[in-house]
């Protein structure tokens, strides 16, 4: 048996919400209707939720009060979200930080953690995941989704993402993702695989 299978065998041991003196939950990402489902759903589990959507908000919140809990997203408009784990973890050393990006590679996540992150999810995400990767005991992950969006979902997700941040463009995003304008358009009309 190998290591990772070892790993794989044991169950990860969550703590509870209620495990928590500090219950805060400071969610920082520029794409506002993740934000808004995100805050909504963490306030159903439990979490005292502050938004904010940029560095310069995120760190402003930091200062006034400092939270038990982050959710930061990587790429900001004005910067970098490792700004905001940095200032979190000036002021508060047992904050648990989990870094959310949609452009997911190994350097930016040893980046993030050696920033502070406790762990690292790439978008777009599932409020029971990051409720899982913010109380996993620190001395093991969270367990992996049980069903995980497919490729062809995180590709379609991904697309629309672009298509809304170029206000609806389609040559403009069709540009940006370096793909025919009329194979985008295909894509756009149809319903999002599951």
């Known amino acids: 048996m190998t290591i990772n299978q070892k790993n794989l065998k044991e169950p990860v041991k969550l703590l509870k919400i209620i495990d928590f003196a500090n219950k805060s939950l400071l969610i920082v990402d520029d794409d506002s209707p993740l934000r808004d489902r995100l805050s909504r759903a ?16 995120g760190i402003s919140s930091v200062l006034n009060s400092p939270p038990g809990f982050a959710v930061i997203d990587l ?7 490792l700004e905001v784990v940095k ?9 648990r930080i989990i870094m959310l990006t949609g452009y997911g590679n190994i350097p930016t996540a040893v980046a ?14 599932d ?8 109380l996993a005991s620190l001395g093991s992950k969270a367990k992996p989704p049980e069903n995980p969006m497919s490729a062809d979902r995180v590709k379609w997700e991904h697309i629309h993402r672009v298509f809304e941040l170029c206000n609806r463009n389609v040559s403009e995003t069709a540009r940006r993702l370096k793909m025919h304008r009329r194979t985008l358009q295909r894509i756009l009309s149809k319903k999002s695989p599951r």
């Open 75 to 81: 790429r900001l408009e004005d910067g970098n979200g």
């Open 87 to 95: 200032e979190i973890q000036k002021v508060n050393k047992d904050s």
């Open 112 to 125: 993030a953690v050696k920033a502070g992150a406790i762990d690292y999810l790439a978008k777009p995400v």
């Open 127 to 134: 409020a029971d995941d990051v409720e899982s990767a913010l």
């Open 42 to 57: 963490m306030e159903k589990k439990g979490f005292s939720v502050t938004q904010a959507e940029s560095v310069k908000a």
